[in-house]
Every structure is written in structure tokens, then in C-alpha cells.
């Protein structure tokens, strides 16, 4: 399982801090929690 996270998310250091990225876009893993728990999706 962290072999795939980290094929997948990307840390990208930044002013505000560090933030986890879908690695090769700029999307981050918060928004996409997010938008999961707007459209009650399970985040299983």
C-alpha cells in the first residue's frame, strides 16, 4: 500500500507548507477527500 501511495502522491513543498499532490497533476489529496465526503462516498 505505500509503494502505490507513493507512486501516486506527490509532496510538494510550497510557502504554505507541504502539501500532498496527485503526483504529475495539481490536484490535491484534500480536494479530493473532500469532494468524496460531498457526494457521500465512502473513502474506502
Known amino acids: ?12 513543498h510550497g510557502a504554505g507548507g507541504p502539501k500532498a499532490r496527485i503526483a ?8 479530493v477527500a473532500i469532494w468524496h465526503e460531498k457526494l457521500g462516498m465512502s473513502p474506502v
Do not use: A
Request: no cysteine.
Open 1 to 12: 500500500m505505500v509503494d502505490l501511495m507513493r507512486e501516486h502522491i506527490q509532496i510538494v
Open 24 to 31: 504529475g497533476h495539481r490536484i490535491r489529496v484534500q480536494d
